[in-house]
């Protein structure tokens, strides 16, 4: 588990939650190693009551799993479950994006109203490519999630954005294990933040489709790729 540290922001429940899911995401909280209220407490020097809400918060995301014998631990996703992360993801985006670019009119208007908010989400964009493309994972997650949370702000209403980022923080735990023991980690990080954020401001709608057409197979290739063990399994091999 990562190391302890003094709890100063938000609240105790909000701070650690926070803390373990970066701990999750980063890899270095890992599926099986099972831990308590209690051990999570003494680590950061805090009574039980906002561990335990946190840990609750993160199993009600699909981070961790939880058994009142033993405790909790990583949830463990197969490449199958990851190939489902990418088509829902896809499913869903889609129709947004048939809905904002496709013969209604709107998308003029709507990308109008939040040019000075693309201006932020170009930010984030070229931070997560730049990070792709050197292949520094702690960097990139946390810009990946900030992008694509900030992203559907501007085009997508809170439901579906709350959905979306719970699907990409649990592809993220699925994705790291195996991306941090690949030697060719680069060739397959998406990279693509930019284009996509480019096209949209240009209301470009042929574009945006297939700047994530792009992205979707991506993932899907990924997927395959690891289905057929290349790299095999984390701690499996």
């Known amino acids: 588990m990562g190391a302890s540290g003094g709890v100063t922001r938000s609240t105790l429940r909000q701070q650690i939650t926070d803390a373990l899911r970066d701990e999750v995401l980063a890899g270095r909280l890992r599926p099986r190693v099972e831990f308590t209220v209690k051990q999570i407490a003494e680590q950061y020097g805090v009574s039980a009551t906002p561990v335990r809400e946190a840990l609750f918060d993160l199993s009600a995301q699909g981070l961790l799993e939880s058994d009142q014998h033993r405790g909790f631990r990583v949830r463990e996703f197969t490449v199958a479950d990851y190939r489902s992360m990418v088509e829902a993801r896809a499913l869903v985006i889609d129709g947004v994006f048939r809905g904002i670019f496709d013969g209604t009119g709107s998308a003029p208007a709507l990308i109008g109203a939040h040019r000075a908010a ?53 592809a993220w735990a699925f994705a790291v294990p195996y991306l941090r023991g690949d030697a060719d980690v680069c060739d397959w990080l998406w990279n693509g933040h930019q284009e996509l954020v480019d096209a949209i ?37």
């Open 118 to 170: 693309l201006v932020s989400v170009r930010r984030r964009a070229e931070e997560a490519a730049r990070a792709a493309r050197s292949g520094d994972l702690d960097i990139l997650i946390g810009y990946d999630l900030r992008f694509w949370r900030e992203l559907g702000a501007v085009i997508g209403n809170t439901y579906i954005n709350d959905f979306l980022q719970r699907l990409r923080m649990q």
């Open 201 to 237: 401001a240009a209301v470009d709608g042929p574009a945006v489709r297939a700047v994530l057409d792009a992205y979707y197979a991506h993932g899907l290739n990924w997927a395959d790729r690891l289905a057929a063990g290349d790299p095999p399994h984390p701690g499996h091999g």
